[in-house]
C-alpha cells in the first residue's frame, strides 16, 4: 500500500503535475497508514524530478519545534528548494490520546508552534519564550538556501483556523466539505485578515483538497469511486470518532471560536 501510493507520487512528477502532498496519521490503517510526512518527502526527493513536494499537514501539536525545522530543512535540501510546508492542529482524539497530549491544548500548542517555525525557517535562529515552548537561542544546521516565504499553507476548518493561517501569512489549505457559500465565506475571512495584517494580497489561492477518480468509462468510474469512497468514510468516521459522544457541543466549536471542549467517554 505505501509503495503503490508513493508510486502514484512518481507517476504525478513523470505526467507533469504540479505537486504532491502527504499527509500525518497514526493509529488507524483502516484510515490512513502516513506517519512524520517529513520522511516521506526525503524518500520522494530522491524519486522525482521537479514536481513540488507538499505536506498535508504537518499536525504541530505533536512536534517539537526544533525538531520540525530541522525535518522541514533537510528534506526542503534534499529536494532542490522543492517543499511546501503544510501545517495543522489535529482533530483526532485518538490520536492526541496515542501521543498523551491534551486535546484542549491543541489550539495554544498549534499558535506557538507555528509562529516559531515560520520565523525560523526564514531567519535559521530559534528562541521563544512561550506559555507551552521554553526554547533557548539556537540556530538551526543545516538550513535551507531558499527563503519559505509563501511556501508556508495551513489547514482550515474554521473561522479560528482560517484567520490564524493569515496571522503566518500562510496559504489557506481547506477540504471541500459544505456548501460553496459557506467555504467562499471561509475564504474571503481568510483573504481579508490576510490583506489586513501583511498589506498585500495573498499570492497563491486556497489549496482545496477533494477527491477526483479519472475512468474512461463513467460508469466504472462511479461504480468504483462510490465503493472506495464509502468505506474511506467509514474510516473517516471511526477515525475521528464523529459517531461518539465525547465532544461537549459548545457554541464556541460550532463557530469555530475558541478551543475544542472534550469530555472523556463513559
Known amino acids: 500500500m505505501i509503495h503503490e501510493g508513493l508510486g502514484l507520487a512518481v507517476l504525478a512528477d513523470e505526467l507533469g503535475c504540479d505537486s ?3 499527509r500525518e496519521h497514526y493509529t ?3 484510515y490512513s497508514v502516513s506517519g512524520d510526512p517529513t520522511q516521506l518527502l ?8 521537479r514536481i513540488k513536494l507538499g505536506t498535508a499537514g504537518i499536525i504541530l501539536p505533536w512536534w517539537d519545534p526544533l525538531r520540525a525545522v530541522h525535518n522541514i530543512s533537510m528534506a526542503d535540501i534534499l529536494s532542490g528548494c522543492r517543499c511546501l510546508v503544510g501545517l495543522g492542529r489535529g482533530l483526532a482524539p485518538r490520536e492526541y490520546a496515542a501521543f498523551r497530549i491534551d486535546m484542549n491544548e491543541s489550539r495554544a500548542r498549534f499558535d506557538e508552534a507555528a509562529a516559531m517555525i515560520v520565523e525560523t525557517l526564514e531567519t535559521g535562529v530559534l528562541e521563544y519564550d512561550g506559555e507551552i515552548f521554553k526554547q533557548p537561542r539556537v540556530e538551526v544546521h543545516p538550513a535551507s538556501p531558499r527563503s519559505f516565504r509563501d511556501r508556508i499553507f495551513s489547514i482550515a476548518v474554521s473561522p479560528a483556523s482560517a484567520l490564524a493561517a493569515a496571522d503566518l501569512g500562510a496559504m489557506l489549505m ?20 490576510f490583506e489586513e495584517k501583511h498589506h498585500r494580497e495573498p499570492p497563491n489561492p486556497p489549496v482545496m483538497l477533494d477527491f477526483t477518480y479519472c475512468r474512461e468509462d463513467p460508469h466504472v468510474a462511479e461504480k468504483v469511486a462510490r465503493r472506495h469512497l464509502t468505506q474511506h468514510f467509514k474510516g473517516l468516521i471511526d477515525h475521528y470518532s464523529w459517531d461518539g459522544d465525547q465532544w461537549a457541543v459548545r457554541r464556541d466549536v460550532l463557530t469555530g471560536v475558541g478551543r ?6 463513559a
Open 174 to 193: 481547506m477540504f471541500v466539505r459544505q456548501d460553496a457559500g459557506s467555504d467562499a465565506r471561509l475564504i474571503r475571512l481568510w483573504r481579508e485578515r
Open 42 to 49: 526525503a524518500y520522494l526527493s530522491a524519486r522525482t524530478r
Open 28 to 30: 488507524n490503517d483502516a
Open 20 to 22: 504532491v502532498w502527504v
Open 260 to 265: 475544542h471542549s472534550l469530555r472523556p467517554r
